[in-house]
């Protein structure tokens, strides 16, 4: 082949890939990483196709090839072309989901003074022109974005343009450093034998050389190598030690990769298989004759009530892959990926597992992923992106609570839904796919009811091996609470039921969706209330902090001691988050030991792991948390659940409104009653009538997906339809509204010019939040059966993005 189809690593709207022509002395594959000559730089790409034929009349050669062995595998090339043409990012923004961490290097551009300027050219210049070439003479040399920084809002690319035509400035392009490489450590190691070492040793101590015969005793008394910064710290000796003994041929230093391993201090009791209900035999059997086919490409919806035994059904599942001479990724959410998690498939398949998630430092993750593509895992554990390990063999892809929209990569493109993703891989590699929920999504039940899916049925609790009752809810109405003159967050029944668990010595848990003291500030006299000065949004109080926070951007403010309209003094905090919460039991129940699990207190690396510890040690008799503590957590002390407050989330203007409330009720109801104990929930609400949390109460699925989705077929919602979020940003809320407006009709040209049915444009209109991070946001909405036909011919401009089936309209 003389041609090569490369992705670049360069910013592109849409998925594009470039002809590159292949030089003689290199030979390539699809999936190699290469370096590509793009404009005036160097950049990295991937080589997506090969041909013998250029798709244009000129092209360049490619300069390099990164690494000697594909970096990509073809399944992987396969999946990178379709997640770019279906969710519209680049093709290298695609592809490098599956790269290796660490593995995408920036061109970087540096500008310094030219040598010998001209005289006349510098005596014309204008104030920031001058301005910019005394910081560059001060410095020397700069890197283009710390010169925008010093300068700030000077247009910088434009004045150093005109500089450089005026050769005044000189730009150079140079590639930035590696960030992640493989991690040596230096071993010392005896090159003569240890009672040879014995005798030198007593030669030394005669001529005082006591460093040198200490370490020489060392090393001899070892088996092998030992690490070099160990023997430091045993006997703390000098680099001329060192040296001296190396020079005399007694010991080498030997550079040894060590691998960076995440469980590395953890220790996993072995487990054997549980015994399996009836229903879970059937549903493994039906499982297991799928995966003995030679081309299984199937997908089971296993929807069981929490505590129904799912993990066992996924580790038989991985089980039976491993003996298939198979391989298998699992996908949990990130805040479920507790070493709980972990725990139980580590401890069923020991050393075997692999653990990828954002937690991890550069070095683990790249540790962890070159040992998965090594073939050395069965198993690959993480968050959405541990979808895209390098796994050879792939036979298996399980993705427990699938519901999640935390599966949905919202920050960047590609902005992909690990669910399809998983879909279409296991396409790609004829694999089983297993989704796992005890309240699954309501467009996979309706595909499962349609028979896309094969529905697989898990009703009853599991305790000890035996059928368990669900914990009986009991939903309370604010609103007569207020009437009757309870005026505080706890209802008469809450306040109740928690004051018995502690005296029983139970455990609780307390559930409020908000973080934070209070919601809002304000003031009593003019009704001002204390905003984000970027965001359109209201600042929350923290009070351990004493601070007023934006949730959107973290701006972060003293609260006031009078109001900045009216200096009025009388400042009301309303509202309430976790810390209220906290600050409330605590009143109520001064002898109850505490936790909070929320983002605020989760911010090191093994916080979770400290917090969940800590409770399941019963150091703690009420933990107070948001969706964090609703995730697949076992706890078996925990013999009451009460949620303050199930409207949170529920009024917003999005579809799936109802749907997460129904979900986020019935996961974290499902935390209680675990043990032997068994367990009540108490809900609190001022719309207790409502379907999802009637629904929720009586953890009723069914009864909740007949109304939801007659009402989604009535409003022509998913799954009756896709949807696309267009949404512009811009710093000027005229323009914005301007831009998104003129995109408003392009898109209403070209529906009508290519006569697309059943296509319906919602907006242009102000986003949920329209100010974040001091930029406006307008969206448009395309509600269409397929909205990429109208979305591929249409070029947008900087400042947009595409979202194909959003999880959030908000």
């Given at each position: 082949?003389?041609?090569?189809?490369?992705?670049?690593?360069?910013?592109?709207?849409?998925?594009?890939?470039?002809?590159?022509?292949?030089?003689?002395?290199?030979?390539?594959?699809?999936?190699?990483?290469?370096?590509?000559?793009?404009?005036?730089?160097?950049?990295?790409?991937?080589?997506?196709?090969?041909?013998?034929?250029?798709?244009?009349?000129?092209?360049?050669?490619?300069?390099?090839?990164?690494?000697?062995?594909?970096?990509?595998?073809?399944?992987?090339?396969?999946?990178?072309?379709?997640?770019?043409?279906?969710?519209?990012?680049?093709?290298?923004?695609?592809?490098?989901?599956?790269?290796?961490?660490?593995?995408?290097?920036?061109?970087?551009?540096?500008?310094?003074?030219?040598?010998?300027?001209?005289?006349?050219?510098?005596?014309?210049?204008?104030?920031?022109?001058?301005?910019?070439?005394?910081?560059?003479?001060?410095?020397?040399?700069?890197?283009?974005?710390?010169?925008?920084?010093?300068?700030?809002?000077?247009?910088?690319?434009?004045?150093?343009?005109?500089?450089?035509?005026?050769?005044?400035?000189?730009?150079?392009?140079?590639?930035?450093?590696?960030?992640?490489?493989?991690?040596?450590?230096?071993?010392?190691?005896?090159?003569?034998?240890a009672d040879k070492a014995n005798e030198l040793i007593t030669a030394l101590e005669q001529k005082r050389a006591t460093q040198q015969a200490k370490l020489l005793s060392l090393l001899a008394a070892e088996p092998g190598p030992i690490p070099l910064p160990e023997a430091r710290r045993r006997l703390n000796f000098t680099s001329t030690v060192l040296k001296t003994l190396n020079r005399q041929g007694l010991i080498t230093i030997e550079e040894v990769r060590v691998q960076r391993d995440p469980l590395a201090y953890h220790t996993f009791t072995t487990t054997t298989p549980l015994a399996l209900t009836r229903a879970q035999e059937e549903s493994w059997l039906k499982i297991k004759n799928e995966m003995e086919k030679s081309h299984a490409?199937?997908?089971?919806?296993?929807?069981?009530?929490?505590?129904?035994?799912?993990?066992?059904?996924?580790?038989?599942?991985?089980?039976?892959?491993?003996?298939?001479?198979?391989?298998?990724?699992?996908?949990?959410?990130?805040?479920?990926?507790?070493?709980?998690?972990?725990?139980?498939?580590?401890?069923?398949?020991?050393?075997?597992?692999?653990?990828?998630?954002?937690?991890?430092?550069?070095?683990?993750?790249?540790?962890?992923?070159?040992?998965?593509?090594?073939?050395?895992?069965?198993?690959?554990?993480?968050?959405?992106?541990?979808?895209?390990?390098?796994?050879?063999?792939?036979?298996?892809?399980?993705?427990?609570?699938?519901?999640?929209?935390?599966?949905?990569?919202?920050?960047?493109?590609?902005?992909?839904?690990?669910?399809?993703?998983?879909?279409?891989?296991?396409?790609?590699?004829?694999?089983?796919?297993?989704?796992?929920?005890?309240?699954?999504?309501?467009?996979?039940?309706?595909?499962?009811?349609?028979g896309e899916f094969q529905l697989l049925e898990l009703s009853e609790r599991i305790s000890s091996g035996e059928p368990s009752p669900l914990p009986k809810v009991e939903v309370v109405d604010l609103r007569r609470e207020l009437k009757e003159g309870n005026r505080s967050i706890f209802s008469r029944s809450l306040?109740?039921?928690?004051?018995?668990?502690?005296?029983?010595?139970?455990?609780?848990?307390?559930?409020?969706?908000?973080?934070g003291t209070a919601t809002f500030v304000q003031c009593r006299d003019c009704g001002f209330v204390m905003r984000c000065k970027r965001c359109d949004v209201a600042l929350t109080y923290h009070a351990i902090e004493d601070e007023l926070v934006c949730h959107h951007c973290n701006y972060r403010a003293k609260p006031p001691e009078m109001c900045p309209n009216c200096q009025s003094r009388r400042i009301k905090f309303l509202g309430i988050g976790t810390q209220k919460v906290e600050e409330e039991v605590a009143k109520m129940f001064p002898e109850a030991r505490l936790l909070r699990w929320d983002r605020d207190v989760t911010k090191g690396k093994n916080a979770h792991e400290k917090i969940m510890n800590r409770f399941l040690?019963?150091?703690?008799?009420?933990?107070?948390?948001?969706?964090?503590?609703?995730?697949?957590?076992?706890?078996?002390?925990?013999?009451?659940?009460?949620?303050?407050?199930?409207?949170?989330?529920?009024?917003?203007?999005?579809?799936?409104?109802?749907?997460?409330?129904f979900q986020i009720l019935a996961q974290v109801a499902g935390r209680a009653g675990r043990g032997k104990m068994g367990g009540k929930v108490i809900v609190q609400s001022y719309t207790p009538e409502h379907y999802a949390?009637?629904?929720?109460?009586?953890?009723?699925?069914?009864?909740?997906?007949?109304?939801?989705?007659?009402?989604?077929?009535?409003?022509?919602?998913?799954?009756?339809?896709?949807?696309?979020?267009?949404?512009?940003?811009?710093?000027?809320?005229?323009?914005?509204?301007?831009?998104?407006?003129?995109?408003y009709r392009l898109l209403e040209q070209e529906r009508d010019t290519q006569g697309l049915p059943n296509v319906t444009l919602i907006g242009p209109s102000p986003a949920f939040t329209q100010r974040v991070r001091g930029r406006f946001r307008y969206q448009i909405i395309i509600r269409s059966p397929d909205p990429l036909p109208l979305l591929y011919k249409l070029t947008l401009p900087q400042g947009w993005s595409i979202d194909i089936d959003p999880v959030s309209l908000i």
């Open positions: 082949m003389n041609y090569a189809e490369v992705a670049v690593n360069f910013p592109l709207a849409q998925p594009r890939s470039f002809s590159y022509s292949i030089p003689p002395n290199i030979s390539l594959s699809v999936g190699h990483a290469v370096w590509v000559p793009f404009g005036p730089r160097l950049v990295q790409g991937i080589v997506l196709a090969l041909s013998e034929q250029a798709q244009v009349e000129e092209t360049k050669e490619i300069a390099e090839v990164i690494d000697p062995h594909p970096t990509l595998f073809p399944h992987q090339i396969k999946l990178a072309q379709w997640i770019a043409e279906h969710y519209l990012s680049s093709y290298f923004d695609a592809a490098a989901l599956m790269l290796p961490p660490g593995f995408e290097r920036r061109v970087l551009t540096f500008i310094q003074p030219a040598p010998n300027p001209s005289e006349l050219a510098v005596s014309s210049l204008t104030a920031p022109q001058q301005k910019l070439l005394t910081v560059l003479r001060k410095e020397g040399i700069l890197e283009l974005r710390k010169l925008k920084k010093l300068l700030r809002k000077d247009k910088v690319d434009t004045i150093v343009e005109q500089l450089l035509r005026k050769g005044l400035v000189i730009k150079t392009h140079e590639l930035e450093r590696i960030k992640v490489r493989p991690r040596l450590v230096s071993y010392l190691k005896l090159t003569v034998t490409t199937s997908v089971f919806l296993l929807h069981g009530v929490t505590g129904s035994g799912k993990t066992e059904i996924y580790l038989r599942a991985l089980a039976q892959a491993i003996s298939l001479g198979k391989k298998a990724i699992v996908l949990v959410p990130e805040i479920a990926l507790t070493p709980q998690t972990i725990n139980r498939f580590a401890s069923r398949f020991p050393n075997r597992v692999a653990v990828l998630h954002s937690k991890l430092s550069p070095g683990e993750q790249f540790d962890e992923w070159q040992r998965i593509k090594n073939g050395e895992f069965d198993v690959a554990i993480g968050s959405r992106g541990a979808l895209f390990a390098p796994q050879p063999d792939l036979g298996l892809i399980i993705i427990d609570e699938e519901h999640e929209w935390t599966y949905k990569q919202e920050e960047k493109q590609p902005r992909y839904l690990a669910r399809d993703v998983a879909i279409k891989l296991a396409e790609l590699t004829n694999s089983v796919v297993i989704l796992g929920s005890a309240t699954p999504d309501v467009t996979s039940y309706y595909r499962a009811q349609r306040a109740k039921a928690i004051a018995d668990a502690l005296n029983m010595r139970e455990q609780v848990i307390l559930f409020l969706n908000r973080r040690a019963h150091e703690a008799d009420i933990l107070i948390g948001t969706q964090m503590i609703a995730k697949g957590l076992d706890m078996p002390l925990v013999t009451l659940v009460g949620v303050i407050n199930a409207d949170i989330g529920l009024h917003l203007p999005d579809f799936h409104s109802s749907e997460r409330t949390i009637a629904a929720a109460a009586k953890h009723d699925y069914a009864r909740f997906y007949e109304q939801e989705i007659a009402f989604r077929r009535q409003q022509g919602d998913p799954p009756f339809s896709r949807l696309a979020r267009l949404v512009y940003i811009h710093t000027n809320a005229a323009r914005c509204q301007k831009e998104a407006e003129r995109i």
